[in-house]
């Protein structure tokens, strides 16, 4: 068996669109990551960048199982000491509403500088409309 290394000129990338509205943000982002990672692809490689383009629209509408929306914490330091912040779910998305489901995706991607590439084929936008039309994306349903 060889190893199949594919070129980065040879990779045809897609775009999609997922609509997230009333739909869970754990199955919206596991399916957001999958296609970026390329795992759908039968030429699918873990150390390279072969993925699809996703975009997310109607993140502001995402639902969230049980008391998810009181009881689950975003936390980010400051760098300061004692800089601990925190947010429930429902604070982070009144105040930035695309903020949760780019955080789930980012947490299914690789850690480094893969993870770090990858996570730019990742568009989130809070409302149902995107930029990314000329490129014809697919719509997909979960």
């Known amino acids: 068996m060889k190893t199949v290394f594919v070129k980065p000129a040879e990779v045809e ?4 669109v997922i609509d997230a509205e009333g739909k869970v943000l754990g199955r919206v982002a596991a399916k957001a990551a999958a296609i970026v990672r390329g795992k759908e692809k039968a030429s699918y490689a873990p150390h390279q960048e072969i993925g699809d383009f996703v975009v997310i629209i109607n993140a502001d509408k995402i639902a969230v199982t049980g008391r998810k929306a009181q009881q689950k914490m975003y ?5 300061y ?7 429930n779910f429902e604070a982070l998305i009144a ?3 695309a903020s949760p489901v ?3 995706v980012k947490g299914m991607l690789p850690k480094g500088p893969l993870g770090r590439k990858l996570f730019k084929n990742v568009k989130v936008y809070a409302g149902p409309q995107h930029p990314h039309s000329a490129q014809s994306p697919v719509a997909i349903d979960l």
């Open 13 to 16: 990338r897609k775009w999609f």
């Open 95 to 97: 105040r930035h509403p």
């Open 75 to 79: 936390h980010k330091h400051t760098g």
């Open 81 to 87: 000491v004692g800089g601990l912040k925190s947010n």
């Open 102 to 104: 780019e955080l789930a």
